[in-house]
């Protein structure tokens, strides 16, 4: 059964489709904190701005959506211009949506496994296990993505049961530990240097993470699903962060 948040926030979300004014209730505009940098900020209501792009045929399609707390996180597919695939996050506060996170990457793959960026397992399990996946998937962050001490990888994974729907790197631990060693001229090709938040729901915990991609500053968004106490699943996006001169709001990416 949905929470009353998360088919808010569903219908928020669909509302840049249909432009129905009804579907942004859920945010107080007054209290509203936007986190993307390259949005401006209380310079055009919510509602006429569904309602304008509403009219250039948009298709939104969350995948999955999740709650923990006074956050709801949800996993989009995005066909605007471009296709592309995003992480949303909202805080609520007595009852409305008062701040808002994402991270956006065009569509690619599907990798080398067959696999896309979305599909895979839906179903939430394990809700009283929702803490102790988080402290896992925190830990793995921590230890295996920052610290980079691969020689823990099987405390937290199964090479045989990763199921890995990044669009560069195929199943199994070997593929990650291959993809995490991978070096540019500058150093890692990847680097996660901070975890800014690990958000959880039973067996499905989305990290947020800052680092660097090819040496250019980079926002990870991390979603993994827990079974039998290992990372079973994983899926990402990666976007790059705009420079400070280029931001239209001065919330900050995190």
Known sequence: MTSKRKDQIHALLKG???????????????KYIQHNPGTHEGSEGLAALFKRISKT???????????????????????FANS????????FEEGQAVEHWD??????????????????????TDL????VNRAKVQSFVENILIKRQLEKLDDYLDNEQLT??????????????????????QGYSLAYDRVHRVL??????????????ESVHTSFYDLFRVADGKIAEHWDT???????????NNNGKF
């Not at 045929?57 to 066909?79: A, K, L, M």
């Not at 569509?107 to 067959?114: A, E, T």
């Open 200 to 213: 959880a729901e039973g067996n499905f915990i989305l990290s947020v993470s800052e680092g660097t991609k």
């Open 57 to 79: 045929s948009p298709r939104v399609n969350i995948v999955r959506i999740f709650e923990d707390g006074d956050y709801i996180f949800g996993h989009t597919e995005y066909d």
């Open 238 to 248: 990666t976007e790059t962060v705009l420079p400070r001169n280029e931001w239209k």
């Open 164 to 185: 890995q729907h990044s669009p560069h790197i195929a199943d199994g631990a070997e593929a990650l530990c291959s993809a995490l060693n991978s070096k540019s001229e």
């Open 84 to 91: 592309n695939i995003g992480f949303e996050i909202f805080r």
């Open 103 to 124: 991270n956006i990457q065009r569509r690619q793959g599907p990798n080398l496994s067959g696999r896309s960026m979305v599909d895979g397992h839906t179903e939430i």
């Open 128 to 131: 009283h296990l929702t803490e």
């Open 16 to 30: 840049i489709e249909s432009g129905e004014a009804a579907s942004v209730a859920v945010v107080n505009e007054a």
